[in-house]
Structure formats: structure tokens, C-alpha cells
Nanobody, 125 residues
């Protein structure tokens, strides 16, 4: 069982940066693939980025490549998402999620077993 708590959301102007964090409980964090999803107003939840259990491989959706960086610290049970050059279309609730498939990177929500409550990111134009 993993409990996930996101933080770091807020209001930022277009072109600005934010860093999201996800604190995970439990001693098995290092065995999970971790990911970020987001859900904008009136939109379906969508995949943003994922990182395998060891941190050695990452995967991004095309719209955030070159702007967002996912990382993890297994010693501190934390997942991060550095978001640069933010755009109004990045406005969404961002969710941290964990999959027991430790070496599988995927964009389908059904691959992930545990979800946080989300943190709001609002980018003004």
C-alpha cells in the first residue's frame, strides 16, 4: 500500500516555472513506477510523465517534452515534476500516481494502482 500526497501547485504567469512534489508513504517506494497525470477543466485525465522504479528511464507526453522533467529520490520517497516555460494550456489538477509494474512505463490510467488527491496548477496568460 502506498499513500501519495502532492504539493507545490499554485498560480503562475505564462513562461514561469513550478516544481511539484509527491511524498510517498511506505518502505516500497523504490519498487514502483511513478507518474504524473493531469486533468484540465472539462477535460479527461491525461498522462504527463513517468519514471521507472530505478529512475533510469523516463517517458513524457509530447506536449511537455523539453519543458517538464520528472525525477525521483528513492532515499527520500519523493517524486518531483519540474515544470518550466508553462503555458495556459498546462492549467490542470496534477496527480501523482504509482504502479506496481516497476519497469513498465505506460500512459494508461488503468496501469496505475495508487493516486494522490491532486494539486492545482493555474497558468495565467
Amino acid at each position: 500500500q502506498v499513500q501519495l500526497v502532492e504539493s507545490g501547485g499554485g498560480l503562475v504567469q505564462a513562461g514561469g516555472s513550478l516544481r511539484l512534489s509527491c511524498a510517498a508513504s511506505g518502505r516500497t517506494f523504490s519498487s514502483y513506477t511513478m507518474a504524473w497525470f493531469r486533468q484540465g477543466p472539462g477535460k479527461e485525465r491525461e498522462f504527463v510523465a513517468a519514471i521507472i522504479s530505478t529512475g533510469g528511464v523516463t517517458y513524457y507526453t509530447d506536449s511537455v517534452k523539453g519543458r517538464f522533467t520528472i525525477s525521483r529520490d528513492n532515499a527520500k520517497n519523493t517524486l518531483s515534476l519540474q515544470m518550466n516555460s508553462l503555458k495556459p494550456e498546462d492549467t490542470a489538477v496534477y496527480y501523482c500516481t504509482a504502479s506496481s509494474r516497476s519497469t513498465t512505463l505506460g500512459r494508461g490510467p488503468n496501469l496505475y494502482d495508487y493516486w494522490g488527491q491532486g494539486t492545482q496548477v493555474t497558468v495565467s496568460s
